[in-house]
């Protein structure tokens, strides 16, 4: 008991995000810190008092000594950020390990993973297995860039409540060269906004921003895209040339073009405010936490977003806000490793009846009609990695493959 209060203790005086950041929050808001990042500092204490407690070799494999910490944008070096920024653009150079035959749109290594993305988006969204197989697709992405691309650091994330109010004023999307990039060129303007979920069919409506065209500055103006759109809400991006739904390579054909954004305070301040995101931790069900994390069920109404939803229209454009080719935008993979942060949150909260908890069936909102998915459900990423795995093996991230966590 003495040991575990030390070390709660020292969790507690670890700082999460950068001073400037905390400084900036604390000037905005009048609060010294975020309400949800106690929930990190719990979910660390309980998630070693569980793993300890297992009757399996677990712990001797991955512990408190040897688990890799995923930071906040914010907190790494500027070096490490050009570091993290060098090798996704490393990714943009190697060859894809895809075939032609399989994604005629397939141009580079980073394409093998967008690839994946679209193919499989039906069976991993608004699923039972949504959480975890976008845990194994970050991880493997994180994977690929330390071992075919050099880098010594581990996955970023971006905390959305600390920038609700002002997204480009994070060091994330700032559009210097140590950001991800910042906004797109004024673009797009013959839209008045975007459609949640559709812009035939809208529940909400995203007035059009300061963006809508391709990035202006930053690291990543001119990176690209080669794969999708499929359901993009920007209606001046082309449409991929295979679009029949009926064909396997349906959204991969090759469509050449820029990355645009539209970056939204008006989205972000509204649905990935600290608020939100600790109403979501305070599910006590999992329910609860798979449905109001993707926007609640049914979708979108009562104009509520989620903060699953919302993070990608934090940045739109294209293909940030088509949820088929999505991270085609390096910012996905900032964004979804905090929506593994927040599930690591609310499962280490009680570890011992959340770990495995799961919800949803193996279709898009059970579209058609599908069985429940079950822990032995097997899950592939493609040419993207060699590595398969069950849903049960991700549901922990000090288990299976993974020995990692959060700040």
């Known amino acids: 008991m003495v040991q575990r209060q030390l070390l709660l203790t020292a969790v507690a005086a670890l700082p999460l995000v950068s001073a400037a950041a905390i400084e900036r929050y604390r000037n905005e808001t009048g609060q010294d810190a975020l309400e949800t990042d106690e929930y990190s500092r719990r979910a660390w204490i309980n998630q070693q008092d569980y793993q300890s407690s ?131 060129e004024l673009g797009c303007t013959e839209q008045a906004g975007y459609g949640i979920p559709t812009n035939a069919q809208p529940n909400i409506l995203i007035p059009h921003g300061a963006g809508g065209g391709c990035l202006k500055d930053g690291p990543f103006k001119d990176f690209g895209m080669n794969l999708g759109p499929v359901f993009s809400d920007l209606t001046c991006t082309p449409p991929n040339p295979i679009m029949d739904f009926a064909n396997p390579q349906f959204g991969l054909g090759y469509n050449p073009r820029c990355l645009k954004r539209d970056i939204s305070p008006w989205t972000s301040s509204q649905w990935t405010s600290d608020a939100q995101v600790k109403a979501l931790l305070d599910c006590d069900g999992i329910f609860c936490f798979w449905a109001n994390m993707q926007g609640g069920v049914p979708a979108f109404v009562d104009n509520f977003m989620g903060v699953h939803t919302a993070g990608h229209f934090t940045i739109g454009g294209d293909p940030g806000s088509d949820f088929v080719s999505s991270n085609g935008d390096p910012w996905f993979y900032l964004h979804h490793a905090q929506i593994d942060r927040v599930w690591w949150m609310w499962q280490n909260q009680k570890p011992a009846e959340r770990t495995d908890a799961l919800y949803g069936t193996i279709t898009l909102a059970d579209s058609p009609p599908s069985r429940n998915a079950t822990l032995d459900d097997e899950m592939d990423l493609g040419y993207a990695s060699d590595v398969r795995m069950t849903l049960g093996e991700s549901m922990d991230t000090m288990a299976g493959p993974f020995c990692y966590r959060y700040e």
Request: hydrophobic fraction near 30%.
């Open 54 to 184: 297992k009757a399996s070799n677990s712990w001797t494999t991955c512990n408190a000594n040897n688990t890799v910490v995923r930071k906040e944008w914010s907190a790494l070096s500027k070096t490490q950020r050009k570091e993290y920024i060098a090798a996704v653009q490393c990714l943009g150079t190697l060859p894809p390990k895809t075939p032609l035959s399989a994604a005629p749109g397939v141009r580079r290594r980073y394409d093998d993973f967008v690839a994946t993305h679209i193919n499989q988006t039906f069976s991993v969204h608004n699923t039972g297995n949504f959480l975890g197989w976008h845990r194994y697709l970050t991880w493997a992405y994180e994977t690929a860039l330390r071992d075919e691309c050099g880098y010594t650091g581990y996955q970023p994330y971006y905390n959305w409540p600390l920038w609700a109010s002002d997204p480009a004023a994070s060091p994330a999307l700032d559009g210097s060269d140590t950001s991800m990039s910042g906004n797109g």
